[in-house]
Nanobody, 115 residues
Framework: QVQLVESGGGLVQPGGSLRLSCAAS????????MAWYRQAPGKERERVAT???????RVVDSMKGRFTISRENGKNTVYLQMNSLKPEDTAIYYC?????????WGQGTQVTVSS
């Protein structure tokens, strides 16, 4: 069993910043990729950024320059730094991990961008 626990969401004004954290625990051996996804009301879940454990990083084009993904291996934690937030960034943000053929998800953390 792997547990993915997100934190760091909340309410922020447009132009503000938030840093989300995802802590992985349990049977984490074999996790090769972790990522952040988001799902806005009435929309499909979309990928935001991906990071592999050998250092490959990909951020969705529309979020490049504003969002940064990073990891801290010693703490089995992945972060999503979000800057210059816009109202359209409002969504539930989910942590994802790929271990073998298993897709693993956290419970999500709400991010609301509003004045």
């Amino acid at each position: 069993q792997v547990q993915l626990v997100e934190s760091g969401g909340g309410l922020v004004q447009p132009g503000g910043s938030l840093r989300l954290s995802c802590a992985a625990s349990g049977s984490i051996f074999g996790i090769a990729t972790m990522a952040w996804y988001r799902q806005a009301p009435g929309k499909e879940r979309e990928r935001v950024a991906t990071i592999t454990f050998d250092g490959f990083i990909r951020v969705v084009d529309s979020m490049k320059g504003r969002f940064t993904i990073s990891r801290e291996n010693g703490k089995n934690t992945v972060y999503l730094q979000m800057n210059s937030l816009k109202p359209e960034d409002t969504a539930i943000y989910y942590c994802y991990a790929r271990r073998g053929n298993d897709d693993l998800w956290g419970q999500g953390t709400q991010v609301t961008v509003s004045s």
